[in-house]
């Protein structure tokens, strides 16, 4: 699943990754650091690749596997 790095995400702004999403799984609340619904998330990568400040990231372990 998606790991949301809080640390690299300025949380000022509306996730432009949330779009890009197929499943609905990345969700935000207000402008604050998105969320990842593991329910949803079918790991197709797309957010992380959108996401300009690289504040979302593989699970490294599953990363590990591929
Ligand atoms: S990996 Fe794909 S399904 Fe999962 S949160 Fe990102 S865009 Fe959505």
């Given at each position: 699943m998606v790991v949301v790095n809080a640390r690299r995400?300025?949380?000022?702004?509306?996730?432009?990754?949330l779009r890009v999403c197929p499943t609905g799984a990345l969700k935000q609340s207000g402008i604050g650091a998105p969320t990842v619904d593991s329910e949803l998330?079918?790991?197709?990568g797309k957010c992380i690749a959108y996401c300009p400040m690289s504040a979302l990231v593989g699970d490294v372990r599953k990363a590990g596997q591929r």
């Open positions: 995400c300025p949380q000022n702004h509306r996730c432009p990754s998330c079918i790991d197709c």
